[in-house]
């Protein structure tokens, strides 16, 4: 099994590795203006309230990533309803990885929506978070977008979160998501199983092909809408020829560099016909911390003073630090 799991990883090319986390640090409560430089209000809406959910309720969402059949646990398993296939269960995390990195298989045989529309469960949104991580900086989106998300912030809230690394998921138990241990571009879940999917600090980790598959197995398990953001590629030419660059732009896990444009061919070829790609937190100038020289070593992470050095440029062509793009699935779905 480990020798299986090691070659998955090394398929996906370190998929969800951490850079995101520093979306954590600043908050999605920065997220304060669009490509156009107009102030997006803030909500009001009271914090989102998080509620525990457990096995036995995510069992109500799970397939089999090769054949979407239901899952049935088995002492320390799941196992593929009417099936020999099992899934281990490792300190209480489903690990649903099965040939990972296969292209997502449209169409597949097994339970649709109509399943979880019939399986009754308590009013709560169910949000499916991708590439979770720890999970720390969910909260804050939530409580920033309950309002473009279209769902009531006075109804709680059951997360379950998605990962390829084990410690990480266990950080996102700690913060009161359910972890499962699953490949996002082929995801274990029903079709419309989640009311909402967020996507942050994701997309630039995978190779461009497989953040196609990721988009359209986010669009098949989710009812209502999809919440996107990641680190704007866009000016990555313009400010190299200003001999700087944001330090993240050339991390070693950051394969898919992706601009306004990019996201927007990405996003279509994933299915998707109507939506707002919008260029957030602008840049005025080069002193913003993430600026560094071009020179800076690979996986800087941080302008420091004490060992870099760097001309004073303001900008005179739009740079942003983010994209973000929310998807309104029901309206994609008539």
Known sequence: MKKQVSRGLRTLGRFLTNAGERLSQEGAAAIATDARHVDTPRS?????????????????????????????????????????REYPIVAEVPWLMSKLGRPVVDGAPGASASHVARSARPARTLVLDVGTKTGKHLRGVLDEQSKVLRFDPSIPCAV??????QDRLLGARANGIFAVRADASRMPFHDGAFDIAVITELLEHVPRELAVHVLR??????????????PDFTAEEYLRTAGLKFAWMDWKVHPHHVTADGMRTILEEAGFSSFEVE????????????????????????????????????????????????????????
Do not use: C, Y
């Not at 009001?44 to 979407?68: F, G, H, Q, Y």
């Not at 379950?160 to 690394?165: A, E, K, S, T």
């Open 44 to 84: 009001e809406n009271r914090a989102i309230d998080l509620v525990p959910i457990t096995l036995d309720d995510v069992l109500a969402l799970l397939v089999d990533p090769e054949s979407r059949q239901p899952l049935a646990r088995a002492g320390d398993a799941l196992r593929v309803s009417g099936g020999a």
């Open 160 to 165: 379950v979160g998605i990962d390829l690394h």
């Open 279 to 334: 260029q957030i937190r602008p840049v005025a100038d080069s002193s913003h911390s993430e600026i560094v020289p071009i020179d800076a070593p690979t996986d800087t992470l941080v302008f420091d003073a004490a060992i870099h050095s760097k001309r004073s440029v303001m900008f005179d062509q739009p740079v942003f630090e983010k994209l973000r793009v929310v998807l309104d699935i029901e309206r994609h779905a008539r």
């Open 217 to 230: 197995e986010a669009r098949r398990v989710t009812r209502r809408s999809i919440f996107i953001q990641n």
